[in-house]
């Protein structure tokens, strides 16, 4: 009951980072509010944006819980934190490379802008851990095994909802009170790096899983 109580809250707490995250697409929507002058253009921008955020956390998240139903936890977890390293790796590496689009995106546009970019961040690699640890596991002769993929699958769809409306109402929220207080200079003055926190953060979760799944092999 802990263990999960603590996933489901990590789902949640990744999901506000990632909705204060200016990456992740509050800024572009206030941007394209201050273009039109009409605060109806940042909630337009923001539903397109999370549909494109949940499609890429979607991927890995269902992926994740297909494979935590079929492989065992420590396999899964070892494979995860190693993925996670190697991802940590290349955005030292190529940290300044951003997808972009056109500033006047239509809808179709910014969804698939925020795919790229949530990808491009790693935001959905960091929920596998936690629906690794969320899937259910089950002997594999057992009766109970043949509903875990189903069960496997519904838990990762769960996952991305929770995750895709923490996200939502931090994004919506920020962007609000930026368009219509703070203005975007907010980010010169008082804004801390967020790309660095999120790599700190990559590379803390990478170790972590690894080490937890490494343990699970050889205990």
Same mark, same amino acid.
């Given at each position: 009951? $802990?263990?999960?109580?603590?996933?489901?809250?990590?789902?949640?707490?990744? $999901?506000?980072?990632? %909705?204060?995250?200016? @990456?992740?697409?509050?800024?572009?929507?206030?941007?394209?509010?201050?273009?039109?002058?009409?605060?109806? &253009?940042?909630?337009?921008?923001?539903?397109? #944006?999370?549909? $494109?955020?949940?499609?890429?956390?979607? !991927?890995?998240?269902?992926? &994740?819980?297909?494979? /935590?139903?079929?492989?065992?936890?420590?396999?899964?977890?070892?494979?995860? %934190?190693?993925?996670?390293?190697?991802?940590? /790796?290349?955005?030292?590496?190529?940290?300044?490379?951003?997808?972009?689009?056109?500033?006047?995106?239509? &809808?179709?546009?910014?969804?698939?802008?925020?795919?790229?970019?949530?990808?491009?961040? %790693?935001?959905?690699?960091?929920?596998?851990?936690?629906? @690794? @640890?969320?899937?259910?596991?089950?002997?594999?002769?057992?009766?109970?095994?043949?509903?875990?993929?189903?069960?496997?699958?519904?838990? %990762? #769809?769960?996952?991305?909802? !929770?995750?895709?409306?923490?996200?939502?109402?931090?994004?919506?929220?920020?962007?609000?009170?930026?368009?219509?207080?703070?203005?975007?200079? #907010?980010?010169?003055?008082?804004?801390?790096?967020?790309?660095? !926190?999120? #790599?700190?953060?990559?590379?803390?979760?990478?170790?972590?899983?690894?080490?937890?799944?490494?343990?699970?092999?050889?205990?």
């Amino acid at each position: 009951m $802990g263990q999960e109580v603590w996933a489901w809250g990590s789902l949640v707490a990744l $999901g506000f980072f990632h %909705g204060l995250n200016p @990456a992740m697409g509050w800024l572009f929507a206030v941007a394209l509010g201050l273009q039109e002058r009409r605060l109806s &253009a940042v909630f337009r921008a923001l539903v397109p #944006i999370a549909l $494109g955020h949940a499609g890429a956390v979607g !991927v890995v998240a269902i992926a &994740a819980a297909l494979l /935590g139903a079929t492989l065992p936890r420590p396999v899964v977890l070892t494979g995860a %934190g190693a993925v996670l390293l190697l991802f940590t /790796g290349w955005r030292i590496w190529r940290r300044t490379r951003h997808p972009r689009t056109r500033f006047r995106a239509n &809808a179709l546009q910014l969804a698939l802008w925020s795919f790229l970019m949530a990808t491009a961040h %790693g935001a959905g690699l960091m929920l596998a851990p936690v629906i @690794a @640890a969320l899937t259910p596991q089950t002997p594999p002769m057992s009766e109970h095994s043949l509903h875990l993929p189903s069960q496997s699958l519904t838990l %990762g #769809i769960l996952a991305v909802a !929770v995750h895709t409306l923490a996200m939502f109402s931090a994004m919506t929220l920020t962007a609000l009170v930026v368009y219509r207080e703070l203005g975007v200079q #907010i980010l010169n003055r008082a804004w801390f790096n967020v790309d660095l !926190v999120w #790599i700190v953060v990559l590379a803390g979760t990478g170790l972590i899983t690894f080490g937890a799944g490494l343990y699970g092999l050889v205990r």
